[in-house]
C-alpha cells in the first residue's frame, strides 16, 4: 500500500467548497469518484484545509491509500482526462505512511484581491468587484481594534 499526496488546484466557481458534505457538488466529490472508476477501490481523500463555495485553490495539499500499484503518471494522465476541466491534479508522489495532508501543513496563504477601479467581468471570478474608493486612513484607524494577543486554540484540533 502506498501513500499518495496529490497537489491540486481548482477554479471553485462551480463547486460547493472543497470538502464533501451531503448537499452538493464539491471538488472532493468529484476526485474521489474518479478514483474509484480508475482504481476500482474505494477512495477517501484527506485535504489539508476545507474551501467555501466559489472559492479557488492553487497548491491545495491532499493525500490518500492507494491499495493496488499502479504508475503514478498514468493514474495522474488519466485524472486529467477524466476530472472536469476546472480540476487539475499538478503533481503526485508518493509519501510515507505517515504522511498526513492536514497536519503536516507547514503553512496556508489566503489571497483576497479587490477591485477599488472599474467593473471588469473578466476577473469576476477572481477579484471582488468593489468598485469604489476606499479610505485606507479609517481602515488603518480600525486595524488598532484587532491588535493584541487572541487565542486561537478553540480553532484547531490538537493543542
Known sequence: MKNLKFIISYNGTAYNGYQSQPCGNTVQDNIEKVL?????????????????????????????????????????????????????????????????????????????????????????????QYCKILNLAEMMRALKYLEGTHDFKSFTKVE
Open 36 to 128: 474509484r472508476l480508475l482504481l476500482n477501490q474505494a477512495v477517501s481523500i484527506n485535504g489539508c484545509s476545507r474551501t467555501d463555495a466559489g472559492v479557488h485553490a492553487i497548491g491545495q495539499t491532499a493525500h490518500f491509500d492507494l491499495e493496488n500499484e499502479m504508475n503514478i503518471e498514468k493514474l495522474q494522465h488519466s485524472l486529467h482526462s477524466l476530472l472536469p476541466d476546472d480540476i487539475f491534479i499538478q503533481k503526485i508522489e508518493t509519501v510515507s505512511k505517515d504522511f498526513h495532508a492536514r497536519f503536516d501543513v507547514i503553512s496556508k496563504e489566503y489571497i483576497y484581491k479587490l477591485n477599488m477601479g472599474e467593473y471588469n467581468p473578466i476577473e469576476k471570478d477572481y477579484v471582488y
